[in-house]
């Protein structure tokens, strides 16, 4: 028993028996009543099995909420994917260098701009690998002997 | 007695196979050329520059060219190794189709450059020919990059033209030398023999993106990124949104297979007829595409195609010119003087099929093709230069 517990228990004591000043001894009452004193010290003792296992509900009650909102976030997420899906599929620009150096990509490349379109795609994705580049393109390597400058998608 | 033999075996096997283990060179030149791409040194942005300048001749190789070239003094020992090797297998892997990775073409150009850098400080050493050995070292990598696909061959073509670019400026320094001249000019015609075809690019490439194009996504993601205009761009998502059966994808394989066949047959016309025909074809799948959506892939493919047969015929015509300019120089180095006019039966302009125009001029000589790169409207002129 804790101190302010005395303390009310004191007062209470006064109010009730009104005997002028009561002395009460906690360690003879603990001896008289040993069993209830035990009950309530085991009672006491449960209390943070009883905190631990509501906090533990705390969590559970979280994590089932946190599992349902990312399902349905998940789920929104598929059904905007399933809404935005046309016929055709959306044009996503090729950003990881080993699909800048794809057969589709330089392929395209060439397609849009020739060889010069093909270097210069090269080089992007060297550069997204951290290697350095030199500033000669491929319009150098095209050179004419006749001194004629290729003009860009020569190619 | 049996183990004895047995212990013999094991130890001729081991024997054989340590030698084959420890072989240098590799069998496959993709080996050292990959290796060398890994640790050549890439010039910095002035250096570059005064590289460009040396290769076109507007400066000599100075100290800065001198060492960087020395610094890769073992990437060009490998390179030129590379080049000797007969098989040349990159590695590519087919079987992922449109997704499959291309070469590091751009490095392939820097290495090629290395070389070039290489020429000229040979040359101002005056070991002309080990600097002409480096040219046909060039050419050979571009001979390496195949007929696989139109990509590497137009690569190879292009680092061809450099490797002849650096022949013509050495040539009037061994203008008088019969023997290296005779030399070069058997490695030519071997390099000339050996250049994979244009027209076999274009057939191998196309069997490649038919192969797995037949996955519709794959068409669609193409159609979106090939830079369509916007109204090109529109209609291919109308003819996709109708289409949307793999029969349509099918047909529209089969249509594409069609025309890249007879853009190949084109390859076998003199250049004017081959324009012409290519023109014919332009138009015929105009036409076809206004009433089949399946030939959309086609129109769309096509010009891009189509620019190759003029670089091809171009790239041709300057390997004739270089040849053309060798037996010229031949003449001069056996008499003493240029000839007055071209002797008969040399290598021909490829834009006209006819022989170049030769003229001597106050610097040596030129050869003039007396066709035109139609696309430009531009004659080929080549200027050969000899020493006083």
Redesign the interface.
Same mark, same amino acid.
């Given at each position: 028993m804790n101190e302010r517990n005395e303390k009310w228990l004191d007062e209470q004591l006064k109010k009730t028996i009104d005997s002028g000043k009561v002395e009460f001894d906690s360690e003879q009452w603990k001896q008289k009543y040993s069993a209830e004193y035990q009950e309530l010290v085991s009672r006491a003792e449960r209390r943070p099995d009883v905190q631990r296992f509501s906090w533990a509900r705390s969590l559970i009650r979280a994590a089932a909420v946190i599992a349902i909102v990312a399902f349905v976030i998940l789920l929104t997420h598929r059904q905007s994917d399933k809404r935005v899906e046309?016929?055709?599929?959306?044009?996503v620009e090729d950003r990881s260098p080993?699909m800048m150096?794809?057969?589709?990509?330089?392929?395209?490349a060439?397609?849009?701009?020739?060889?010069d379109a093909?270097?210069e795609q090269?080089?992007k994705?060297?550069e997204l690998l951290g290697?350095?580049?030199?500033?000669?393109s491929?319009a150098?390597?095209?050179?004419?002997?006749?001194g004629?400058k290729p003009?860009r998608?020569?190619? | 007695m049996k183990t004895t033999l047995k212990v013999i075996l094991i130890g001729v096997v081991l024997l054989v196979s340590a030698g084959q283990a420890f072989a240098y060179p590799p069998d496959n030149a993709a080996v050292l050329y990959y290796k060398s791409l890994m640790l050549m040194e890439?010039? /910095?942005?002035a250096l570059?520059?005064i590289?460009?300048a040396v290769?076109?001749g507007e400066a000599r190789p100075d100290n800065q060219v001198r060492q960087y070239v020395e610094r890769n003094g073992k990437v060009i020992k490998e390179i030129v190794t590379a080049a000797e090797i007969k098989s040349c297998d990159w590695g590519l892997n087919y079987s992922?189709?449109?997704?499959?990775?291309?070469l590091? @073409?751009?490095?392939l %150009?820097?290495v090629?450059?290395l070389l070039a850098a290489d020429v000229k400080v040979l040359a101002e050493k005056g070991d002309y020919r080990t600097a002409l050995e480096r040219c046909i070292t060039i050419h050979k990598i571009g001979i390496h990059l195949g007929d696989d696909?139109?990509?590497s061959r137009? @690569?190879g073509n =292009?680092?061809g033209?450099?490797a /002849?670019?650096c022949i013509?400026d050495i040539l009037p320094l061994v203008s008088n030398d019969t023997e290296t001249l005779q030399r070069l000019r058997v490695k030519l015609v071997d390099i000339s023999r050996s250049c994979p075809s244009m027209k076999a690019a274009i057939g191998n490439d196309a069997k490649?993106?038919l192969g797995s194009s037949i996955n519709r996504?794959?068409i669609?993601?193409? =159609?979106?990124?090939?830079?369509l205009s916007k109204g090109d761009m529109d209609k =291919?998502?109308e003819i996709?949104?109708q289409h949307?059966d793999n029969e349509f994808y099918v047909r529209a394989t089969k249509y594409y297979q069609s025309i890249i066949t007879r853009i190949q047959s084109v390859y076998d016309l003199p250049y004017p007829q081959a324009k012409q025909a290519q023109e014919d074809l332009n138009k015929e799948v105009e036409n076809a595409a206004k009433e089949k959506p399946e030939v959309f892939m086609a129109e769309?493919?096509l010009?891009?195609i189509n620019?190759?047969l003029t %670089?091809d015929t171009?790239d041709k015509t300057?390997f004739n010119?270089v040849l053309v300019g060798i037996d010229i120089y031949l003449i001069r180095a056996k008499t003493g003087k240029l000839p007055d006019e071209l002797p008969a039966g040399l290598p021909k302009d490829m834009f006209s099929g006819k022989d170049f125009l030769y003229a001597k001029t106050d610097a040596g000589f030129t050869l003039t093709g007396q066709g035109k790169d139609l696309d430009?409207d531009?004659e080929?002129? @080549?200027?050969f230069k000899v020493a006083k």
């Open positions: 046309p016929a055709v599929a959306t044009f080993a150096m794809s057969r589709l990509s330089l392929t395209l060439y397609n849009r701009g020739g060889l093909v270097d090269c080089k994705a060297s290697q350095k580049n030199t500033n000669v491929i150098d390597l095209l050179n004419d002997k006749n004629d003009e998608n020569d190619l | 890439e010039p /910095n942005d570059g520059k590289l460009a290769r076109h992922d189709g449109l997704a499959m990775l291309m590091p @073409y751009a490095k %150009t820097s090629a450059f696909i139109l990509i137009l @690569y =292009a680092i033209g450099l /002849n670019r013509v490649v993106f996504g794959e669609i993601e193409a =159609a979106h990124k090939s830079g =291919a998502d996709f949104r949307d769309v493919m010009p891009a620019r190759v %670089t171009r300057q010119a430009k531009i080929q002129k @080549y200027e």
